[in-house]
Antibody
Framework: EVQLVESGGGLVQPGGSLRLSCAASGFTLNTYAMNWVRQAPGKGLEWVSIISGGGGSTYYGDSVKGRFTISRDNSKNTLYLQMNSLRAEDTAVYYC???????WGQGTLVTVSS | QSALTQPPSASGSPGQSVTISCTGARSDVGGYNYVSWYQQHSGKAPKLMIY???KRPSGVPDRFSGSKSGNTASLTVSGLQAEDEADYYCSSYAGSNNYVFGTGTKVTVL
């Protein structure tokens, strides 16, 4: 079964950092670009970032550019999102999703609050 | 990048049809045939229902159909069923390896 499982969410203070992981199973991650998408409580979906299959190309939404870093370890079949300088407005459920947003994980909640 | 505009809500009785619009700009919806639609039930992850404007992934009922005209894309759900009650989001490629999602529409089955 094709599956994505996120982890690493939690409560962090403003200005802090957090690293999210997304473990893939049932398929080989390195053949696909991968995305991170977030959803603030009660709000809509927001695209965060995308990384190419080999990891050499990365792109970000304007709201996270310069603060978040997407990466991948294809040997571990895992995608990452390093989040620095976190703000209250980064509070959201973070989903990893496949290249065409065809596969989604269950999401992990990040709460930025003092 | 501004979110694509969707109506906040739509509704229909079982068996009826409902159409949801998704309005963007020439730089996103109007410029590319990479519009997708997602269904999200409360507390669940989104599910891809339509991709590349009008294509359905395997397993999605043919009651779901998509189209596009100019800067506006549409999702039509025909033969509404109780399980279709959910939030629906559109997305579009916006150039330069960027993507944008819609504001979301809550569909209620009366």
């Amino acid at each position: 079964e094709v599956q994505l499982v996120e982890s690493g969410g939690g409560l962090v203070q403003p200005g802090g950092s957090l690293r999210l992981s997304c473990a893939a199973s049932g398929f080989t991650l390195n053949t696909y670009a991968m995305n991170w998408v977030r959803q603030a409580p009660g709000k809509g979906l927001e695209w965060v970032s995308i990384i190419s299959g080999g990891g050499g190309s990365t792109y970000y939404g304007d709201s996270v550019k310069g603060r978040f870093t997407i990466s991948r370890d294809n040997s571990k079949n895992t995608l990452y999102l390093q989040m620095n300088s976190l703000r209250a407005e980064d509070t959201a459920v973070y989903y990893c999703a496949g290249e065409g947003f065809d596969i989604w994980g269950q999401g992990t909640l990040v709460t930025v609050s003092s | 990048q501004s979110a694509l505009t969707q109506p906040p809500s739509a509704s229909g009785s079982p068996g009826q049809s409902v159409t949801i619009s998704c309005t963007g700009a020439r730089s996103d919806v109007g410029g590319y045939n990479y519009v997708s639609w997602y269904q999200q039930h409360s507390g669940k992850a989104p599910k891809l229902m339509i991709y590349e404007v009008s294509k359905r992934p395997s397993g999605v009922p043919d009651r779901f159909s998509g189209s596009k005209s100019g800067n506006t894309a549409s999702l039509t759900v025909s033969g509404l069923q109780a399980e279709d009650e959910a939030d629906y989001y559109c997305s579009s490629y916006a150039g330069s390896n960027n993507y944008v999602f819609g504001t979301g529409t809550k569909v209620t089955v009366l």
